[in-house]
């Protein structure tokens, strides 16, 4: 049985803004905590030896206003952090080697936190890409004074962005694919369907130097998957996340493609749906996990304590290390 809402009322209340902006300050400290400051690499997580990833660069890249905004790094110093690391970015090797930072203006998923070259012969990845692309069009937007520092931050961020080969990244398909390996070339995956992969079509469509052919948006949205859940009509797609990422750099709200307008919806009103979707999820609890309710619910892409099999309490479960797990069909 789900467990029954807890009488603390602090516990049960609506968080203030005081909450909310607790909660932001401490996000704002990993980016803090979790940077190289010779380079401006980022882990992917906080576990020791992590190496950077370019999906959270570029996060960390668009949290930079906000830690000016908020007062916590004067504008002046956060421009030259920007910079430099937009400076040691664009200074990595690109090129077809298997120890090389990136190819085609992409980078790899994983980032040696020092050198910045390949590890672990991961892909070359054009989401994680995109979202160091929109962190760094994030700064460049931002950074707007004609100062040395910040007008370098344009031209970086300018530079980095435009130097992608989206038709290169199509593999002579309609579709982005979802990235590349020098061992093997490109991963047979591709980008359809509604997924995170929204901002990564926008910032292809929009790009000044090797734009997508409109077709290639018209081939993402053709397999999407309208659904009724709980009473909620939504466009599907399982983990958090990806009703999420698109959002953190575009307001989606009353902003409709013809998928959007034959629906009366827009991508913005549907997360939402997406949210109350996974929070009646865990009030209902269907799998009876200790703690799901209506105030602990979100079920998107981490970690967990490992592939195994477990007996809990007379019921046999099965774990999971990174999945991106999604509600409510799981996994």
Known sequence: MPELPSTDPELNRIPTEEDLGRLQFTT??????????????????????????????????????????????IREFAAKI??????????????????????KGFFYHFLDIETGRRVWQCELSTIDSAFLFAGALTVATYFDADTEDEAKVRTLATSLYERADWNWACDHGATLTHGWRPEN???????????????????????????????????????????????RELLYSGPLFTHQLSHMWIDFRDIRDKF????????????????????????R?????????????????????????????????????????????GP
Not at 202 to 227: N, V
């Open 260 to 283: 959007m307008r034959e629906h009366g919806s827009d991508y913005f009103q549907n997360s939402r749906h997406a949210t109350f979707v996974q929070q009646e999820y865990a009030i």
């Open 28 to 73: 704002l400290l990993y980016y803090l905590q979790c940077t190289n400051p010779d380079n401006g690499l980022v882990r992917d997580k906080t576990q020791a030896g992590a190496p950077a990833s370019i999906a959270a660069i570029g996060m960390a890249l668009a949290t930079i206003p906000v830690v000016v905004e908020r007062g916590i790094v």
């Open 285 to 329: 609890n269907p799998l009876g996990f200790a703690g799901y309710g209506e105030h602990c619910w979100g079920f998107t892409a981490s970690d967990g304590p490992g592939w195994t099999k477990r007996n809990i309490d007379g019921i046999d479960r099965e774990f999971f290390d990174y999945i991106a797990r999604g509600a409510p069909y």
């Open 185 to 231: 070339g490109f991963i047979p995956y591709r980008w359809r369907g509604y997924d995170e992969g929204l901002l990564l079509y926008i910032l292809g469509l929009g790009s000044p130097s090797h734009p997508l052919p409109p077709e290639s948006y018209a081939a993402y949205t053709e397999s999407y998957e309208w659904r009724n859940i709980f009473g």
């Open 82 to 103: 920007a910079r430099r690391r937009l400076e040691f970015l664009m200074s990595c090797h690109q090129g077809p080697e298997p120890d090389a930072s990136g190819y």
